[in-house]
């Protein structure tokens, strides 16, 4: 976050690109990973002077998103996980999956 505040390439979204971040490294630790300490995830940073794209990588078998529970319903309301991916979509600009959900690509763009 330090190397983004510094770029200044988001300074209005910078709170947004931080959370979104660190749900996605929770998620890449957690659930892609399964909190194996020999596992890495890589982060993949481009700050451009109106945009920042960032992308997450872990080492895990990746998932599906369609089979992701919408936090939203009253079924899922209760539950201690599930939101990270519905924050970060609520919170960036654009969100996609690739190799098959173990690398998440996340862009928020400066509104001028």
Do not use: Q
Not at 29 to 36: L, Y
Not at 70 to 96: F, K, Q, Y
């Amino acid at each position: 976050m330090l190397l983004i505040r510094n770029c200044s390439c988001v300074p209005d979204g910078v709170s947004d690109v931080e959370i979104a971040l660190r749900e996605a490294l929770a998620n890449a630790i957690v659930h892609g990973n399964h909190e194996d300490r020999r596992k890495h995830v890589h982060v993949t940073c481009r700050c451009e002077p109106d945009e920042i794209s960032i992308a997450v990588k872990d080492e895990g078998n990746g998932f599906n998103i369609n089979s992701v529970p919408d936090p939203t319903t009253p079924r899922n309301i209760v539950s201690i996980h599930g939101r990270g991916i519905h924050v970060i979509r609520a919170l960036m600009d654009e969100v996609r999956f690739d190799e098959g959900g173990a690398v998440i690509h996340m862009k928020k763009r400066n509104v001028i």
